[in-house]
């Protein structure tokens, strides 16, 4: 079957979410990720399938050091903290859709470690998985909180 890949550059510069200045802001960019995933499935109806660590951005405004590690300022309080919005990126494996949910995906797809459950038991045929429905978006939204629990564990703190 005949596939095309299409390169995309968008205006908006990104850095990859674990650079998150502090917690408000790490879950500030968690939730544009879930905006824009249900932008992407709603809304253009394509169906993000690759969620992980490194599809999953905080969008700044120029690729310079003191946007991607800003200072904090002084003049401001505990209250303030940078709102970069977060993005998700890597569409290569989405998939299109018409809604009438004819866009079952046969194959196992995305980023090991941020897989949903029931789609690894589907791969090795584990009888509590039950009969194959396809990726979802629900699996998704489960791999957003794979996601957010891998980060969280595995991060010291913001830099």
């Not at 309080?77 to 990126?89: C, I, N």
């Not at 589907?122 to 629990?149: C, K, N, R, Y």
Request: glycine fraction near 10%; aromatic fraction near 16%.
């Amino acid at each position: 079957k005949d596939c095309q890949h299409l390169r995309v550059a968008f205006l908006e510069c990104g850095i990859g979410i674990a650079w998150f200045s502090c917690a408000r802001e790490f879950f500030n960019a968690v939730m544009g990720i879930v905006v824009g995933h249900f932008n992407g499935y709603v809304c253009r109806k394509v169906h993000q399938c690759d969620i992980s660590d490194t599809n999953t951005w905080l969008q700044i405004l120029k690729p310079k050091p003191e946007f991607v590690i800003p200072d904090w300022p002084e003049d401001k309080d505990l209250k303030w903290y940078p709102k970069w919005m977060g993005m998700l990126g890597d569409w290569g494996y989405g998939k299109d859709f018409d809604g009438s949910g004819s866009h079952l995906i046969q194959v196992l797809q995305g980023t090991f470690p941020f897989q949903a459950i029931q789609i690894m038991a589907w791969e090795v045929e584990l009888p509590w998985a039950g009969p194959f429905t396809g990726h979802s978006i629900q699996h998704d939204l489960e791999v957003i909180m794979w996601l957010v629990w891998v980060l969280c564990i595995n991060l010291d703190g913001p830099f």
